[in-house]
């Protein structure tokens, strides 16, 4: 029996997804959907929920939950990776509460930035304890890294921790069609190519029926910026330097030094940017997880439709050899030119029965290229922390950080680090 084993199947909604998905999938009929969180409320909250997708959706895939995550593993095709290390209460408060006293402010905090910067450091030893059992008992395995920040704990998994690993966001999937119905252009048909890194990766070409859309795409971003909306930092951004990111613009508020500014308190009223929108975000999952919950574990005619989520699709063509094309998150093997060969980015994708085969991209215009280094040079620093136990690395990729470093001074930012390594306590155990 064929095994996909999930990691943090506590996260239901998440599970329901990529895990329903591969129950719909006629190829994916009769694995063995293998189960494992920490939390074991969670656990059992998810596999309740996924029996009861098995009876409605008639799927002959076997829902296993497992109290020991090495035997979770063992003999696994596919890993699907969606842990979130520390959560909401203690870590991400800590990592919210803590620069905000030295007036550093954030939105996401969970890619670079000093949250995420800490976030990698917390979550960077749990992923190497996952790649030691991988090896030992699924060392062919693929693993499906859903956690971030992404292109960090990517890359540490293929370059430290041995596992054939492929990093998948939902911002490449989503960036046409929020761009065009934002503007109000018809998406229907359209080409796009996409490359870069996680979260920054650029909408380089966009046609449709060979005609560059970008003209008309900038003509109607200029009237947009008139009027207060929620995408204005990216389309500030692409009218800056040209091309739009993918990610959103709450997240790219804080991966560069140009929106939120103690000095110009009225960009974050210009641009619409919402400080601290995940910690609010948190707050609202856990108090709607009640309601939630109940109608997800509890409900015996629970039904599913097929998601957006590439897992189920990879796993698909990986056993019928039927290609399938995706954005993945890879290490730099020469695809992308001017960006480092150390770096991790996302590119365009085949996936069929040989595995995840990444395309060759190139150049990137050199704004872009110049704007991703300045976010790799912070990832490349985190790691060199992490592997190497050395705070003074912390210190170095914090001090790189375009935001942190555009507000903080050097002696502040390395105050604020050992704030936070003091503050993270048993989280963070090797940097005391």
Known sequence: ??????????????????????????????????????????????????????????????????????????????????????????????????????????????????????????TIPVMLDFAKDIREVCPDAWFLNYTNPMAVLTNVMNTYGGVKTVGLCHSVQACIPHLFDNLGIDKEGV???????????????????????????????????????GDMVRLEMMLKFGYYITESSEHNAEYHPYFIKRNYPELI???????????????????????????????????????????????????TNVPFKIGGNVMNTGLITNLPREACVEVPCLVDRSGVTPTYVGDLPPQCAALNRTNINTQLLTIEAA????????????????????????????????DLIEAHGDWLPQYK
């Open 1 to 122: 029996m064929t095994k996909i084993t999930f990691l943090g199947a506590g996260s239901t909604v998440f599970a329901k997804n990529v895990l329903g998905d591969t129950m719909m999938t006629p190829a994916l009929q009769g694995f063995e959907l293998a189960l494992f969180d920490i939390d074991k409320q969670r656990l059992k909250d998810s596999e309740m929920m996924l029996n009861n997708l098995k009876r409605t959706t008639g799927s002959t895939c076997v829902i296993k939950a497992y109290d020991d995550r090495k035997e979770a593993l063992r003999g696994a095709k596919y890993v699907v990776n969606a842990i979130q290390v520390g959560g909401y209460d203690p870590c991400t408060i800590t990592d919210f509460e803590i620069p905000k006293k030295y007036g550093l402010r954030q939105t996401i905090a969970d890619t670079v930035g000093i949250g995420g910067i800490f976030r990698n450091l917390r």
């Open 191 to 229: 080409q796009a190519k996409i490359a870069g890194i996680n979260h920054m990766a650029w909408l380089l070409e966009v046609t449709k029926d060979g005609v560059d859309l970008y003209p008309e795409i900038k003509r109607r971003a200029v009237e947009k910026q008139k009027e207060k909306h």
């Open 269 to 319: 009223e210009r641009f619409n940017i919402p400080l601290d929108e995940y910690p609010r975000r948190c707050v609202n999952q856990i108090e709607r997880w009640g309601k939630m919950r109940d109608e997800l574990v509890n409900d015996a005619n629970l039904n599913h439709q097929r998601s957006h989520e590439y897992a189920s699709y990879m796993f698909e063509a990986m056993e």
């Open 387 to 418: 592997i190497t136990g050395k705070k003074e690395h912390i210190y170095h990729a914090a001090m790189l950080d375009p935001h942190t470093s555009a507000e903080l001074s050097m002696d502040d930012i390395i105050a604020m680090c050992d």
